[in-house]
């Protein structure tokens, strides 16, 4: 059974920074892309950073430069260091497995599967 457990989310002020972690079982971990994704109120579901099994990492546009993600095969784990969070970035973060490489890292389709999410909440 796969599991996907997110932790590290939490309410900072405008400026702050949070590190997201999920930690994966139940399925051959190394084989699959991971990624984060995040879902606002009113807003759609949409891919946040991704990370292929070979370690190569795509981000969404507006977050190049201030998240982070990385992944460690022994711990089974994906991480997400989010730097200068804004209130616009305020949302439910879910960590998903993907099945796909990187062009469709992002794409909120291509997740398999997913935990509870973790809730980022940045105030102003």
């Known amino acids: 059974q796969v599991q996907l457990v997110e932790s590290g989310g939490g309410s900072v002020q405008s400026g702050g920074s949070l590190r997201l972690s999920c930690v994966a079982s139940?399925?051959?971990?190394?084989?699959?892309?991971m990624g984060w994704f995040r879902r606002a109120p009113g807003k759609e579901h949409g891919g946040v950073a991704g990370?292929?099994?070979?370690?190569?990492?795509k981000y969404a546009e507006s977050l190049k430069g201030k998240f982070t993600i990385t992944r460690n095969k022994a711990k089974k784990a994906i991480y997400m260091q989010m730097n200068s969070l804004k209130p616009e970035n305020t949302a439910m973060y879910y960590c998903?497995?993907?099945?796909?490489?990187?062009?469709?890292?992002?794409?909120?389709?291509?997740?398999?599967?997913w935990g509870q999410g973790t809730q980022v909440t940045v105030s102003s």
């Open positions: 139940g399925y051959p971990y190394n084989l699959y892309s």
């Open positions: 998903e497995r993907v099945n796909s490489g990187w062009s469709s890292l992002l794409d909120p389709d291509r997740g398999d599967d």
């Open positions: 990370i292929t099994s070979g370690g190569t990492t």
